[in-house]
C-alpha cells in the first residue's frame, strides 16, 4: 500500500487501504494514508471522514504532526485558508519527525504559509489570489494581475473547467529560470491545490492554462508531450506557433508517436514548440475530441477517441512542420 502511494498508484492505495481497515477500523495509518491520497488526487471531499477519524486517533506527537499537516492541505485544496493557516500553525508546535517537518516546510513554501511570505503583496482579482515579492513594483504587478486575469477567462472559455479554490499564483522578481529559494526551476504548477510559481518574465497562459485543464476532470492522466502542449497552446502569446515548430522541427525531426507513447525525454526547446503547435492542430481539427483527450492524454486513450485516425493526424501534422 505504501510503495502505491509513492508510485502515485492513488486508486490503489485507497483501495488497498479499504480493505484493510474492513479487518483494523482503527489503523492510524492506513486512515491517514488513504486521506493523504485523496488530498493527492484533489478528492479533498473525500478525504475529510478519514482526517476526521485521525483526529480522533492521533495521540503521540508524530501522528499529531502528520495529521495537521494533512488537515492544512485539505483545507487548503477547497480554498479556507484560515483553516489552513490554523492547521499549519498547530503542525509547527509539534515536534514531528524528520519526514513531517521535511513535509511541512515544502509545504509551506509551496502554498505561501511559510513565514518567508510575510512581506510579499496580496492582490486579488475574480479567479487568481497573486502574490508578489516586495521587491516588485506597482507598474509591473498592475500588468500582471490585468494579463493573468484574461489569459484566464479566455482559457477557462475553452475548457470549461470548475476549480476548487482560486489560483494562488506567484510572482518571483527573477528572469531567469532557477529558483534558489525553492531549489527549482521557474515556473512551475501543482494543479491538485491550483498553485503557480512564476518568473517575471513568463507568458501570460502557460502556467494558468495546467491548472484549469487539469480540473476539467481531476481524475485524469496526462503525459508531458500533450500537457505541455496545452500549456504553450494557450499561452497567450501572439506568435505563429506553427511557424516556430517547422523552425524547429528543421534540425530536430523527432518521432512524435514515441515521444508521446513512451513518455521520452526531450530537450524542453524542442519539445514545447512541437507539442503546442500539435495541440493546436487536434484542436482545429476535433475540439470536443481534443478535450476528451485532456482527461486522459496516453496515446494509447488517443486511438480509442481518434480511432485509428490518430496516426494519420500524426502523419498530416508532420507534413505541415515540412512545409
Not at 26 to 53: Q, V
Not at 96 to 104: A, D, I, Q, V
Not at 165 to 189: A, H, M, P, R
Not at 239 to 253: G, V
Amino acid at each position: 500500500m505504501v510503495d502505491n502511494f509513492w508510485k502515485g498508484n492513488y486508486d490503489k492505495t485507497i483501495e488497498i487501504g479499504k480493505q484493510i481497515l474492513q479487518s483494523e477500523p482503527n489503523d492510524f495509518e492506513i486512515i491517514l494514508l488513504i486521506a493523504r491520497a485523496e488530498d493527492e488526487k484533489g478528492n479533498f471531499k473525500n478525504a475529510i471522514p478519514y482526517l476526521e477519524s485521525a483526529k480522533k486517533l492521533m495521540s503521540e506527537n508524530w501522528q499529531k504532526s502528520w495529521t495537521f499537516i494533512e488537515l492544512a492541505k485539505n483545507s487548503f485544496g477547497t480554498g479556507k485558508l484560515d483553516d489552513a493557516k490554523l492547521f499549519y500553525n498547530e503542525a509547527l508546535k509539534i515536534k514531528g519527525t524528520k519526514n513531517s517537518e521535511k513535509e511541512l516546510k515544502k509545504f509551506g513554501m509551496l502554498t505561501g504559509l511559510d513565514e518567508y511570505y510575510k512581506n510579499w503583496k496580496i492582490r486579488e482579482t475574480q479567479n487568481i489570489i497573486f502574490h508578489f515579492e516586495n521587491s516588485i513594483n506597482e507598474i509591473e504587478i498592475e500588468r500582471i494581475t490585468k494579463t493573468r486575469q484574461i489569459a484566464f477567462e479566455q482559457i477557462n472559455a475553452f475548457f470549461n473547467s470548475k476549480l476548487p479554490k482560486k489560483i494562488d499564483f506567484f510572482v518571483w522578481n527573477i528572469n531567469e529560470s532557477y529558483n534558489q529559494i525553492l531549489n527549482t526551476n521557474l515556473g512551475f504548477s501543482n494543479p491538485v491545490f491550483c498553485i503557480s510559481h512564476n518568473r517575471l518574465n513568463q507568458t501570460p497562459g502557460h502556467e494558468i492554462a495546467h491548472n484549469i485543464s487539469f480540473w476539467i476532470n481531476n481524475d485524469n492522466i496526462r503525459t508531458k508531450f500533450i500537457n505541455e502542449g496545452i500549456g504553450v497552446c494557450f499561452d497567450q502569446q501572439k506568435n505563429e506557433k506553427l511557424k516556430i515548430a517547422q523552425e524547429t522541427y528543421k534540425t530536430n525531426q523527432i518521432d512524435i508517436k514515441e515521444i508521446w507513447r513512451n513518455q521520452t525525454k526531450l530537450n524542453d526547446d524542442i519539445l514545447y514548440p512541437i507539442s503546442g503547435a500539435f495541440v493546436n492542430f487536434l484542436i482545429e481539427y476535433d475540439k470536443e475530441k481534443f478535450l476528451k483527450l485532456t482527461e486522459n492524454q496516453t496515446y494509447e486513450n488517443a486511438i480509442k477517441i481518434y480511432r485509428e485516425n490518430i496516426d494519420n493526424l500524426i502523419d498530416d501534422f508532420i507534413k505541415k512542420l515540412k512545409e
